[in-house]
């Protein structure tokens, strides 16, 4: 069983925790708050109420093994500075810090923080091209450009075969894999099958790609897709 520690419980340390706690994983949960504590008594988690800008108690508190920790001080930045820089002295591999601004990450960078999240951003990230975009289901970014996305397929491919359509050439994405009807799954498919009516698709390529091919007509959608896909993901730790 993989075994995690979080430290700080404000709101996005308590949905990781939710989540850990839906997957079966060991938790152990530390805050200075004894009634934050307190509201997981029932919880199959190990809980200690204590302040976390201190070396000497995170030392004795924190399992020799972890496979990783995730630090939500809210808004103490130099809580979080601290804890993070006593986590990486103390040797977890893994340490995922929530940032506040753009300066809190970069130092939380040099002190030694395997991922900053901003988990408002991160949120918007994925919800604002769906909100533009009807076609979009669900919406990942990977990387640079490279986004990851759930979408149903456009009317003007129904009865196309993959190799008729030619999605690679002609619209620069990849087919992962596809299914028809929400309660079908993903699976493997030939070159030779025909998209039908209600097929989703799960694809992958750029973001430009992506929307020029779930439009319905086959044309880039309006502009202000574009600037907001380039706002949102043309920046780096809030810059």
């Known amino acids: 069983m993989k075994q995690f520690a979080i430290l700080g419980l404000s709101q996005f340390g ?35 109420a204590m302040d976390v800008m201190n070396e ?18 809210g808004d103490n930045i130099e809580g979080s500075i601290l804890a993070t820089s006593y986590c990486r002295k103390l040797g977890v ?30 949120a918007a990230k994925r919800v604002t091209p769906l909100l533009v975009s009807a076609g979009l289901l669900n919406y990942v970014p990977i990387s640079g450009k490279l986004v990851i996305a ?5 009317g003007r491919f129904v009865g196309k075969s993959l190799l008729e359509a030619n999605l690679r050439r002609d619209y620069g ?14 699976g493997l498919f030939t070159p030779e099958y025909r998209f039908q009516e209600g097929d989703t698709a799960l694809v992958s390529g750029s973001d430009e790609a992506l929307s020029r091919f779930s439009d319905e007509h ?18 780096k730790n809030g810059k």
């Open 14 to 48: 308590t949905d990781v925790l939710d989540e850990l706690l839906d997957m079966g994983a060991d938790v152990l949960i530390v805050d200075r708050d004894r009634e934050v504590i307190d509201l997981y008594k029932d919880k199959s988690v190990n809980a200690v």
């Open 93 to 122: 591999a893994r340490i995922f810090v929530k940032a506040v601004t753009a300066g809190h990450a970069e130092i939380l960078d040099l002190v030694g923080a395997t991922k900053v999240v901003f988990p408002n951003r991160e």
């Open 150 to 154: 759930e979408l149903a397929i456009p």
């Open 173 to 186: 994405i990849n087919l992962i894999s596809v299914k028809n009807g929400e309660d079908s799954e993903y």
């Open 56 to 73: 000497a108690n995170l030392a004795r508190v924190l399992p020799k093994k972890l496979d990783g920790v995730v630090i939500d001080m």
């Open 218 to 235: 086959g044309k880039p959608l309006a502009e202000s897709l574009g600037m907001t896909l380039k706002r949102l993901f043309g920046k």
